[in-house]
């Protein structure tokens, strides 16, 4: 790590709890140590019998080198993947469909609700749509900007924005930092909340109401979950 982001986010750090919220308190989602997030992503291609996979954030490959699909895509500014370039060059660029997007790119509300809204419309006919880093355990590991190594950034209150649709089903599988499913079929367990702004919730909501807000199931669960 540079020392010029060890500054920044010292700064970050500060910001954050003078402007924005200090909240002490923790989660312990007791992730198992076992189950990584391509299990779940080769769980469901081989469920759902998929043929094409799109990645957006590839960092290492650790991922999306686990997929064995041939018909795959892995889009990433700096590293990893297949294409190289941010996720909107990407969708500016793209005219195909996938049956099974994976999100995990850049972790901040903004970015992550235009993901969710690009895979949306190049998403196939009963495709899925997955996204990494929903579960946060602490204010430190969702604030934006970030201000320390093990980060999940703002990504849940998308998920809490995307619940509130009729035309979407959408659960959160507890394992590897919380991966949340997508599916393009009518909402069964919506949330009914009036919020002018997801971007401004705050850790302390995600605290008290987590398992409403991300419809939070074991590994198991989301297995048979999917087979609906
Ligand atoms: C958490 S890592 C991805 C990890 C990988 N998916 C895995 O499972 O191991 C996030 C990646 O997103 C990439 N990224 C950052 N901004 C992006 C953007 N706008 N579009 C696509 N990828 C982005 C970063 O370069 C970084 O490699």
């Given at each position: 790590?540079?020392?010029?982001?060890?500054?920044?986010?010292?700064?970050?750090?500060?910001?954050?709890?003078?402007?924005?919220?200090?909240?002490?308190k923790?989660?312990?989602f007791?992730f198992?140590?076992?189950?990584?997030?391509?299990?779940?992503i080769?769980?469901?291609?081989?469920?759902?019998?998929?043929?094409?996979?799109?990645e957006i954030?590839?960092?290492?490959?650790?991922?999306?080198?686990?997929?064995?699909?041939?018909?795959?895509?892995?889009?990433?500014?700096?590293?990893?993947?297949?294409?190289?370039?941010?996720?909107?060059?990407?969708?500016?660029?793209n005219?195909?469909?996938?049956?099974?997007?994976?999100?995990?790119?850049?972790?901040?509300y903004?970015?992550?609700?235009?993901d969710?809204?690009?895979?949306?419309e190049?998403?196939?006919?009963?495709?899925?749509?997955?996204?990494?880093?929903?579960?946060?355990?602490?204010?430190?590991?969702?604030?934006?900007?970030?201000?320390?190594?093990?980060?999940?950034?703002?990504?849940w209150k998308?998920?809490?924005?995307?619940?509130?649709r009729?035309?979407?089903?959408?659960?959160?599988?507890?394992i590897?930092?919380g991966?949340?499913?997508?599916?393009?079929?009518?909402?069964?367990d919506?949330?009914?909340?009036i919020?002018?702004?997801?971007?401004?919730?705050?850790?302390?909501?995600?605290?008290?109401?987590?398992?409403?807000?991300?419809?939070?199931?074991?590994?198991?669960?989301?297995?048979?979950?999917?087979k609906?």
């Amino acid at each position: 790590m540079e020392i010029v982001n060890k500054r920044q986010w010292k700064i970050n750090k500060i910001l954050y709890y003078l402007f924005k919220e200090r909240f002490k308190k923790k989660i312990n989602f007791d992730f198992p140590n076992n189950l990584n997030r391509w299990d779940l992503i080769n769980q469901v291609i081989n469920q759902k019998k998929f043929n094409s996979y799109l990645e957006i954030g590839c960092d290492d490959d650790y991922a999306f080198s686990q997929i064995k699909l041939k018909d795959k895509i892995g889009v990433d500014p700096s590293s990893g993947g297949n294409f190289r370039g941010t996720s909107d060059e990407f969708f500016q660029k793209n005219n195909r469909k996938f049956d099974c997007i994976f999100i995990d790119g850049l972790h901040e509300y903004d970015q992550v609700n235009k993901d969710i809204i690009n895979s949306l419309e190049n998403l196939n006919e009963n495709g899925i749509i997955l996204l990494h880093d929903c579960l946060p355990k602490s204010l430190n590991q969702q604030a934006v900007p970030r201000y320390q190594w093990v980060w999940n950034g703002d990504v849940w209150k998308c998920i809490v924005k995307f619940r509130c649709r009729e035309d979407l089903d959408i659960v959160t599988c507890k394992i590897d930092h919380g991966i949340s499913i997508i599916r393009k079929i009518k909402n069964k367990d919506k949330l009914n909340l009036i919020i002018n702004d997801f971007k401004k919730l705050k850790f302390e909501n995600f605290y008290y109401n987590h398992k409403e807000y991300m419809r939070i199931m074991e590994y198991n669960e989301v297995l048979e979950y999917i087979k609906s």
